[in-house]
């Protein structure tokens, strides 16, 4: 069954809601939202990953999380910690998380491994190039799906010979981080290539830009929901662990008539 990761941006520049949940109040508040629309798992992060985003200082981003997390976890819910920080990911563990979801695969703190070692907890490690910009410097490639898998293989080996279980990996093909609006659908189209891997897969493709195309002109950026939507479907179609979303009523739904067809299909 494909879990659902709902998104929950404690940040003033988050692309498509920043600010919105920046109040530990308003945040917790709209994560049981989350978790009521049918949110498995719910995903907390302090600094935003767009393009042009400047580095948080990670005991800000902790000021950030940490509060929000531990009120969370002490009323039963799974947590996720959206971090790229080592330190980040040590306080998020102590505050109740359960997962640490770092969009730099362990590249941009050497001590993550560590973190992940001595906290024992689930690790999503996503494609990366580095952080992002305007221009899209690192979006080259020959052959994106075998790029991409190739580079997540890497990053798995070295964490693996860093004494990470490798029943604690969850791998994530970086939708948007140094790709191209092709590349992305590529990856998407090549989805199996990564499960060969023998990991489980989150995908996280939830009103990111590329997605705009598909849209009229000067559609906002809530206005993908419904191509998320269809992609958690497909995604959830080919067996993916768990799709990342900011619209969970809408992927909820979409997941429950996957659900419906494939029991329709076993009973004959």
Do not use: C
Not at 60 to 88: C, F, H, K, W, Y
Not at 178 to 193: C, D, F, I
Request: aromatic share 4%; no cysteine; charged share 25%.
């Amino acid at each position: 069954m494909t879990l659902i990761m709902g998104v929950l941006n404690v940040t003033p520049d988050s692309f498509s809601d920043g600010g919105l949940w920046l109040e530990p109040e308003a945040a917790v508040e709209h994560a049981f939202d989350l978790v009521e629309q049918g949110a498995d798992i719910i995903d907390v992060g302090g600094e935003s990953t767009r393009p042009g985003a400047l580095h948080l200082d990670p005991a800000e981003e902790q000021s950030r999380v940490v509060p929000v997390i531990r009120r969370l976890a002490d009323r039963g819910v799974m947590v996720s910690v959206d971090t790229m920080n080592a330190s980040t990911a040590r306080a998020a563990a102590d505050a109740g998380a359960s997962i640490i979801n770092d969009v730099s695969g362990g590249l941009n703190d050497p001590g993550m491994p560590d973190a992940v070692l001595d906290t024992g907890l689930q690790y999503v490690v996503m494609h990366w190039r580095g952080r992002l910009d305007s221009g899209d410097s690192r979006a080259v490639y020959t052959d994106t799906v075998r790029e991409v898998r190739s580079e997540l293989s890497a990053r798995v080996a070295d964490l693996l010979d860093r004494g990470v279980d490798p029943a604690k990996l969850v791998l994530d093909p970086g939708l948007g981080f140094s790709k191209t609006a092709e590349h992305n659908w590529q990856v998407l189209g090549g989805l199996h290539t990564f499960q060969t891997l023998g990991y489980p897969v989150l995908i996280g493709a939830s009103r990111k830009r590329f997605l705009g195309a598909l849209l009229p002109e000067g559609a906002s950026a809530a206005d993908r929901d419904a191509p998320t939507a269809v992609i958690s479907a497909l995604a959830a179609r080919e067996g993916v662990w768990a799709v990342r979303v900011h619209d969970v009523a809408s992927t909820r739904i979409a997941l429950d008539v996957v659900r419906a067809w494939q029991a329709g299909s076993d009973d004959h």
